[in-house]
């Protein structure tokens, strides 16, 4: 147990005997008998928590609370008495106190409820730090961001985006990957042209051609007058491919030569028409594998590779967790017109501790879900779904692999570790290789040794 605790007891043996025990427990402590004496080390020193006793002859713990909010509002109180009715507990609240304990004390009952008050005001203060990085926060358009991973994104990001270099973003799903694209196209040279966003994966494969492409009237059944296409669409601005990874290989091919020569034919179409976009394109896949597959072309893969950005998983940004969520609380407590102005203390430490295997889109979802759902001006762990609220993290072992009456080779200790990152990473080996501190060729010699090199794990 850690932190800085002021100890106020009108009775000598008292003082003395919760200033031992809190020692020993951890904390730093300091006691006084009078309010007074109190206060003044209020003032010279910073705490973490206040406790007082709530009767006392020339001041009392309400008393010493109020002038205590008005010294150091930051500072949490919890208040000890021997009169433990709801009526003492209801004036303490009401005068600021964080907690209520009754007499005789508990002592490792005490202890859990001044570290409680500790953790719950180190919480106060991270979110508070947070909100107001919100709007001073390091950006690049519409994304934000404190945590190491986002600065270096943004450091490429302005560097990239007055380019006209093709971009390729990578990242798992539900990480932003349109929004990194817009941000490029928004700080871009282009940005008075349009943004024009397709999602290979969601196109039927006989549509698709057209729908890039454009066609002729009478190319087919239901081409009853031409059509420009998507790149004539996106003229002097930016075409952004979402899923590239999902186009049939027969159209990548199509695709490669309208990159290489700035033209494109419509199908049905009798002359091809020159075009002028940028093109930024995004997967959640693992290209070098499906090339390796035969899925996706080489030469393609390199054209639209010429700058590669990663976007980083919502779980490897630790605050900005809190960032994204507090954004999110504004939009949708506007949206819905509900009085929703702050997340809780507890609330935020479920949501920094949950691993977002959803990214970003999943911490969206929770977001406007608890804003429908709260019946108060703030977010309580209560209008979170559950897997949010009784997430506990994986324990730092090797997942499902040593207890102690199971004890195994070590080949299948790696073996079932490896399994296990490739399940976390969402079956990209990039990624896996990344985290695991191999090189690709490593991990698929490993893969091929164990049996796994044909097993397909989902994308996420």
């Known amino acids: 147990m850690t932190g800085r605790i002021l100890v106020v007891d009108d009775e000598p043996?008292?003082?003395e005997l919760l200033q031992e025990d809190l020692r020993r427990r951890g904390f730093d402590v300091d006691a006084f008998t009078a309010p007074e004496?109190?206060?003044?080390?209020?003032?010279?020193?910073?705490?973490?928590?206040?406790?007082?006793?709530?009767?006392?002859?020339?001041?009392?713990?309400?008393?010493?609370?109020?002038?205590?909010?008005?010294?150091?509002?930051?500072?949490?109180?919890?208040?000890?008495?021997?009169?433990?009715?709801m009526e003492s507990a209801v004036e303490a609240l009401r005068a600021g106190a964080d907690d209520f304990i009754t007499k005789p004390v508990e002592l490792d009952l005490l202890a859990l409820t001044l570290q409680r008050s500790i953790d719950r005001a180190r919480m106060r203060d991270r979110v508070?730090?947070?909100?107001?990085?919100?709007?001073?926060?390091?950006?690049?358009?519409?994304?934000?961001?404190?945590?190491?991973?986002?600065?270096r994104l943004f450091d490429q990001l302005r560097r990239v985006a007055p380019s006209d270099a093709s971009v390729l973003i990578t990242g798992e799903s539900g990480v932003g990957k349109e929004v990194v694209a817009r941000a490029i196209h928004e700080q871009s040279r282009r940005t008075a042209g349009p943004f024009v966003a397709v999602n290979c994966a969601a196109i039927p494969e006989t549509l698709m051609e057209?729908?890039?492409?454009?066609?002729?009237k009478g190319a087919f059944t239901d081409a009853r007058a031409d059509r420009a296409g998507l790149f004539r669409e996106a003229e002097k601005g930016t075409l952004f491919l979402d899923e590239i990874g999902e186009m049939p290989v027969a159209l990548q091919a199509k695709l490669l030569r309208s990159l290489e020569s700035g033209m494109v034919r419509p199908v049905g179409g009798t002359r091809e028409e020159p075009f002028d976009v940028r093109i930024v394109t995004a997967t959640n896949r693992e290209l070098e594998q499906a090339i390796l597959d035969h899925e996706f072309r080489e030469d393609l893969y390199f054209r639209i590779n010429v700058i590669q950005l990663e976007v980083p998983p919502l779980r490897r940004r630790g605050g900005d967790v809190l960032l994204l969520a507090r954004r999110f609380l504004k939009?949708?407590?506007?949206?819905?017109?509900?009085?929703?102005?702050?997340?809780?203390?507890?609330?935020?430490?479920?949501?920094?501790?949950?691993?977002?295997?959803?990214?970003?889109?999943?911490?969206?979802?929770?977001?406007?879900?608890?804003?429908?759902?709260?019946?108060?001006?703030?977010?309580?762990?209560?209008?979170?779904?559950?897997?949010?609220?009784?997430?506990?993290?994986?324990?730092?072992?090797?997942?499902?692999?040593?207890?102690?009456?199971?004890?195994?080779?070590?080949?299948?200790?790696?073996?079932?570790?490896?399994?296990?990152?490739?399940?976390?990473?969402?079956?990209?080996?990039?990624?896996?290789?990344?985290?695991?501190g191999l090189d690709r060729k490593t991990l698929y010699r490993?893969?091929?040794?164990?049996?796994?090199?044909?097993?397909?794990?989902?994308?996420?």
């Not at 057209?210 to 002729?216: C, P, T, V």
């Not at 399994?419 to 695991?436: C, Q, Y």
């Open 37 to 85: 004496q109190a206060l003044a080390a209020l003032r010279e020193r910073d705490y973490d928590t206040l406790l007082t006793d709530l009767r006392m002859p020339r001041m009392s713990g309400l008393d010493l609370c109020r002038k205590a909010a008005e010294l150091k509002p930051d500072v949490p109180v919890v208040l000890m008495t021997a009169f433990g009715s």
């Open 210 to 216: 057209s729908e890039l492409f454009g066609h002729a």
């Open 13 to 15: 043996n008292m003082a």
């Open 128 to 151: 508070k730090t947070l909100e107001s990085a919100l709007d001073e926060s390091a950006a690049f358009g519409e994304l934000v961001g404190e945590s190491d991973p986002m600065k």
């Open 446 to 460: 490993k893969l091929k040794t164990y049996g796994m090199d044909e097993e397909k794990s989902p994308a996420t």
């Open 331 to 436: 939009l949708f407590a506007a949206r819905s017109d509900r009085p929703v102005r702050r997340i809780s203390e507890a609330a935020a430490a479920k949501l920094l501790a949950y691993d977002w295997p959803g990214n970003v889109r999943e911490l969206r979802n929770v977001i406007e879900r608890a804003v429908v759902l709260t019946q108060f001006d703030s977010l309580a762990v209560e209008d979170l779904p559950d897997k949010v609220q009784k997430f506990e993290r994986d324990r730092l072992e090797v997942p499902g692999a040593v207890h102690e009456d199971e004890l195994v080779p070590l080949d299948q200790v790696e073996r079932r570790y490896i399994e296990h990152v490739l399940e976390r990473s969402g079956g990209n080996r990039t990624l896996a290789a990344k985290i695991l």
